[in-house]
């Protein structure tokens, strides 16, 4: 996982408030130990008092850039996570949108295999010309159908830019179509 832009300000002012810390706590101590017996302990002592006081001013600068850093990346995490979850959305829209055009591949090609399933069929009326041509009529038909819903479902895939549904749809298209002719030269109008 890469660092935020925001990870080098963060780790940056924590280190010096780390410091700073670090710095008063041994001024601190050091104030606290200081021998107090003669003027010149006494002065240096109070030296050391000064630059513990001046150390603690460095220290509530550190803690403000520190709760600016703080801040920031907050704001960072957040505008991140908007993004995520438009991202979310906008995958799941896509989702839908696939599904929808797959759901309605699938059911053209359920047609067509209900379809091949008449056309296997027709031999079993063969003794009834007039009813094998008016199926024939029938099955040309429910094809034709079948070859403009699968050109219309690739052309809608087409347009949503999902290729792997316009390219079973095209597939199935010409599949049916070839049945088609096929049919029309065997069993003419």
Known sequence: MGKSGNAGGLADAARRLEEALTRFDELVAAVKRAP???R????RAARTMQEAADNQEVCAGALGELAQALAHGREQNQHSADALTARAAEIQAR????????AGLRAI???ATALNK????LGANAGDAAAVRTKIGDIKSALDAIVADSDELRRKANEAEL?????????LHQTVASARRKLSEVAPS
């Open 95 to 102: 989702a839908n949108e696939h599904d929808a055009l797959s």
């Open 163 to 171: 290729s792997d549904i316009a390219r079973e749809a095209d597939t």
């Open 109 to 111: 090609a359920e047609r």
């Open 36 to 38: 107090l017996g003669s």
């Open 118 to 121: 008449q056309v296997q069929d």
């Open 40 to 43: 010149k302990q006494i002065e």
